[in-house]
């Protein structure tokens, strides 16, 4: 069961991914280092999360598309 910071992540890397599709995690990596030049630490955070989201979501697909 999901924290609701962690549901968040997840829906946000999903509507990232909708939207963006492979330049998501450019996009989200963007985010982050405007947080870290605004000093908000708990976004950058958030955003970083959603990286990782990201990775391992385009490593699950790609291991699954080659079986």
């Known amino acids: 069961m999901f924290d609701e910071n962690e ?3 997840r829906q946000e890397a999903h509507w990232l991914i909708k939207e ?3 330049e998501a995690p450019l996009y989200a990596a963007m985010k ?3 947080a870290i030049e605004q000093k908000d ?15 391992d979501s385009h490593t699950a697909n790609s291991v699954s598309s080659k079986y």
């Open 32 to 34: 982050a280092e405007k």
């Open 41 to 55: 630490f708990g976004r950058c955070a958030r955003w970083k999360r959603i990286l990782e989201i990201l990775a």
């Open 20 to 22: 963006f599709g492979a």
């Open 7 to 9: 549901r968040l992540a």
